[in-house]
């Protein structure tokens, strides 16, 4: 009854600016979800610098032609990447971990995998889920393993784990630090994988570019007031012009403010 008296008193349908003092209340919401104190204007010039970088590398001639490699296994894929990191990074605790696929009536509301954070008082057992319901190739599921395995989620709760560290540590959250290092471990991952690393330095920067995108686009629909037209404008300039699904990535943005903010900052 509460949400019927609610129907067609909405009357925003666009970014958090456009409410009263909305403007003031996302970069709030930035500082809370990236953990960072810069302006929005500054995170903007930052997001920027790096587009143009990426972008840059990835219509030099040098281009590389991409390889295929097997991710066939996922638990296999999670060994390599856990066997990959050891020269970079230290040693985590031992785990069990168990591999499990989303139920199919989940499929069409969750990620394309996560990794499902394990009890406090039994840190040795884990679990990482797999969306079916995406499309994955082999190269998208290796990074995506390492995003929440090795050197991604996994690693970094156990290990943070295992240095004992005060209780009340555990329940504090910082979505930047967290989806922010997972973010670092993905981009990290390319360097191992089983491809030619002029083939996985090209991946690497295509999927950095399309994340800044995403990033930017956070900031263009909540602080500066984009419109679906001008948001569609600014995808088009890289090539990206499926108005199909530019219309989706605006619905998801315009619904999680700050979200891509939070990994990519």
């Known amino acids: 009854q509460a949400l019927e008296s609610l129907r067609g008193t909405g ?10 003092k909305g403007k003031e209340y996302f970069t709030y919401l930035i500082a809370s979800e990236t953990g960072s104190s810069k302006s929005a204007e500054k995170i903007k010039s ?4 790096q587009i143009d970088s990426d972008f840059l590398q990835l219509v030099s001639p040098t281009k590389a ?5 097997d991710s066939s296994s996922p638990l296999q894929t999670i060994q390599t990447l856990s066997d990959g990191i050891k020269k970079a990074f230290p040693d985590s605790m031992p785990v069990n971990l168990e591999l499990k696929f989303v139920p199919k009536a989940l499929e069409m509301h969750l990620s394309p ?3 499902f954070i394990p009890a406090i008082d ?9 969306n079916q319901g995406y499309e994955m190739d082999d190269l998208d599921l290796f990074t995506t393993l390492a995003h929440e395995s090795y050197p991604g989620h996994l690693y970094q709760t156990t290990y943070f784990a295992a240095t004992d560290p005060d209780p009340i540590r555990h329940i504090l959250s910082f979505k930047g630090y967290v989806e922010g290092w997972a973010t670092y471990a993905e981009m990290c991952s390319y360097s191992i994988a089983p491809m030619d690393q002029k083939s996985a330095s090209y991946e690497q920067k295509n999927n950095s570019l399309i ?5 930017m686009a956070d900031l263009g629909i909540h602080y500066e007031g984009w419109s679906l037209e001008e948001f569609i404008q600014f995808f088009s300039t890289y090539g990206i012009q499926d108005r199909d699904s530019l ?6 943005i315009l619904g999680n403010p700050t979200n ?4 990519y900052l």
């Open 260 to 263: 891509y903010l939070s990994y």
């Open 46 to 49: 930052m997001i920027e610098t």
């Open 122 to 130: 039994n840190m040795s057992d884990n679990v990482i889920y797999i």
């Open 65 to 69: 032609i991409v390889q295929e490699i």
């Open 247 to 252: 219309n989706e990535i605006y619905n998801y």
């Open 211 to 215: 994340l800044g995108l995403h990033a």
């Open 113 to 115: 995998a996560f990794y």
């Open 11 to 20: 009357r925003n349908s666009q970014g958090l600016c456009y409410f009263p």
